[in-house]
T-cell receptor, first 110, second 114 residues
């Protein structure tokens, strides 16, 4: 059974601080996706990383896929209150189904 | 991407009753999924809704409790049958797109069973 361990589960920080969220697995994924979800809405896709070692940037968010395609990280620089939400990593195999991590609830205080 | 709508957005139901949740997509898609989510927690896949055949259920979920219909490539329903308070949750549908199996989610249905 494929599992994705996501940490930390909760993060409460002040505006302007940096943070990193990790997703780790013993399984290889063909791609790793990151989603953000706000209360009352469905998750929204932020980025997909496909190649081992790949780094993608989305404004202040930096996503990295591990060389072996088993792990990924999300780094936020100078967090803003608008970054508050539930962050989910999800691994894709070749069945079309996604394996989700446990989620990280981020609160950024002004 | 895709635009996905769900009805109802929320409901409060009595135990023992059933609720059918609708999911409408603005374009034809092959892969549709139904998830359950407790507030602030991750998603649990209930089943894959297959057009023209029976849904494929994940371990712990059965057709009698969560019957799913998929009459065409833009629409699906999930019924939560014989509800109990333990069924109180957020139910989300999603569609799969792209070569990397990205998913696009509806806004969810918040169900409370009393």
């Amino acid at each position: 059974t494929q599992l994705l361990e996501q940490s930390p589960q909760f993060l409460s920080i002040q505006e302007g601080e940096n943070l990193t969220v990790y997703c780790n697995s013993s399984s290889v994924f063909s791609s790793l996706q990151w989603y953000r979800q706000e209360p009352g809405e469905g998750p929204v896709l932020l980025v997909t990383v496909v190649t081992g070692g790949e780094v993608k940037k989305l404004k202040r968010l930096t996503f990295q896929f591990g060389d072996a395609r088993k792990d990924s990280s999300l780094h936020i620089t100078a967090a803003q209150p608008g970054d508050t939400g539930l962050y989910l990593c999800a691994g894709a195999g070749n069945t079309g189904k996604l394996i989700f991590g446990q989620g990280t609830t981020l609160q950024v205080k002004p | 991407s895709a635009v996905i709508s769900q009805k109802p957005s929320r409901d409060i139901c009595q135990r023992g009753t059933s609720l059918t949740i609708q999911c409408q997509v603005d374009s034809q898609v092959t892969m549709m999924f139904w998830y359950r989510q407790q507030p602030g927690q991750s998603l649990t896949l209930i089943a894959t809704a297959n057009q023209g055949s029976e849904a494929t259920y994940e371990s712990g979920f059965v057709i009698d409790k969560f019957p799913i219909s998929r009459p065409n490539l833009t629409f699906s329903t999930l019924t939560v049958s014989n509800m109990s308070p333990e069924d109180s949750s957020i139910y989300l549908c999603s569609v799969g797109r792209g070569s990397n199996y990205e998913q696009y989610f509806g806004p969810g249905t918040r169900l409370t069973v009393t």
